[in-house]
């Protein structure tokens, strides 16, 4: 009898259905679920860069803070939102909001994603330590500062993310 347990039944056990699908990896969300801090989540689309403040309940996850990088059109950027700067950006908006709403600390849980140094998931991070929230990181992982001000892009976007980051920090929207 090869392929079949005592009970009759198949000798293996299908993995959970997100497992399968390959959008949940459950040892490195248990890890992150048993340090009882909150989770900053973030994720980046072939658009948007989008942060969220995520809290595990018994009943499932809270989202307590959102921020995606469409919401920097509100501060006058109107550059791609998908981009290192605007990662950056959106981090510093999502950093500040977090403090308002009572965060100081937080983990950061990038999923699935290849953590790769200088990426714009850690150029997102920067913005976010840069707002004052506390998240462990190695300062390696960030990218070079000419890049999180998009030199690497042209010399036009420079003085757009300086005047957005500026908003963003006065809370200065674009009043356009």
Known sequence: MTGASSTGGPTYRVPFRRR???KTDYRKRLK???SHRPRVVVRRSNKYIRIQMVTADKH???TFVDVSSA???EYGYERCGKNLPAAYLTGLLFGKRAKESGFEEAILDIGLHTPVHGSRVFAALKGIVDAGLDVPHDP???PPDERIRGEHIGDSII????LVKERILT???NKA
């Open 20 to 22: 399968r699908e390959g």
């Open 171 to 173: 809370d200065g929207r």
């Open 60 to 62: 499932g996850d809270r």
């Open 140 to 142: 390696v992982v960030f």
């Open 71 to 73: 919401k920097l059109r």
């Open 159 to 162: 003085d757009s993310f300086e």
């Open 32 to 34: 992150l679920l048993m």
